[in-house]
């Protein structure tokens, strides 16, 4: 004679409520990522048109802050502050040309994929960020960093459209982690009544938390941008045009001012020397 086995019913309950749970976060994470992306989209092809621009008006605001702390220095007999002053300069305008090659890289990097590449995509991260929850390891600080880790991977992944490693970790995630020498984790089930309440509370907070960045995604002025060029397919070129007019009339101005204080400059060096105070 069998005997029947006697489940828990709030066992059950929160195993449904855990599960729906997921559901939802999966959803609000894969409306986030979705946006994040059109938005990055369109960030990336704006970059293209106006990179120039930009990165000369940067360069010019570095030089303008450069001589107007020179001219103080002159004029306050500080002639090592001249020289310090023009060695930031040469610093800062190398780093704002390695920021701008940073970010060209990181756009040129994202993958241009076919329709169907873009479906199997959308449901491996589906499917991944269902499967990992950080409250698993909540108590265990080494598993809770790589949990992050592999979360932005999962994430890194499917911003850059990179099917390759979202593949590569569903298909055995175990040997992703080991590969990278992160602490492993264990991705079974946990069933016990107190792990379950502490996972739906945590997936409620994550539920929460992802809600509120696509609502500050979506007030973001780059979000606005992409529903003006989503609504017009040529608006984006004339948004880059009119951008690209108020840059160079920036940089103009700049440029006039740099002129006239490094005119103050020459003449502030055959000043005579005023003693510091």
Avoid at 40 to 50: D, G, N, P, S
Avoid at 142 to 170: Q, S
């Amino acid at each position: 004679m069998s005997q029947s086995i006697v489940v828990d019913p709030s066992l059950e309950k929160l195993r449904s409520l855990v599960a729906r749970a997921r559901e939802q976060l999966s959803e609000a994470q894969s409306e986030y990522m979705r946006e994040k992306v059109r938005v990055a989209a369109m960030q990336a092809e704006l970059f293209k048109l106006v990179r120039e621009e930009y990165q000369r008006r940067d360069t010019l605001r570095l030089l303008l802050h450069s001589r107007r702390a020179q001219l103080a220095a002159l004029r306050c007999g500080q002639p090592e502050e001249v020289e310090r002053a023009e060695s930031h300069y040469q610093h800062e305008k190398r780093r704002v040309e390695r920021d701008y090659e940073a970010t060209a890289s990181e756009f040129s990097g994202r993958r241009k994929l076919e329709p169907k590449q873009k479906v199997e995509i959308g449901r491996l991260w589906k499917e991944l960020v269902k499967l990992y929850h950080p409250d698993r390891f909540s108590r265990e600080p080494d598993k809770l960093d790589t949990y992050h880790k592999l979360t932005a991977a999962i994430n890194k992944a499917k911003e850059a459209g990179d099917l390759t490693i979202l593949r590569e970790i569903a298909d055995d995630p175990h040997a992703f982690i080991a590969r990278q020498g992160w602490t492993e984790l264990d991705l079974a089930e946990e069933q016990e009544l107190t792990q379950l309440q502490r996972l739906h509370a945590a997936l409620l907070f994550e539920i929460t938390a992802v809600l509120d960045s696509l609502a500050l995604l979506r007030a973001s002025e780059d979000f606005q941008l992409c529903q003006r060029c989503d609504a017009d397919p040529e608006g984006l070129a004339g948004i880059a045009a009119s951008l690209a007019a108020q840059l160079r009339a920036e940089c103009e101005a700049l440029e006039t001012e740099a002129v006239a204080i490094a005119r103050e400059i020459a003449v502030a060096r055959t000043a005579p020397v005023r003693p510091a105070t």
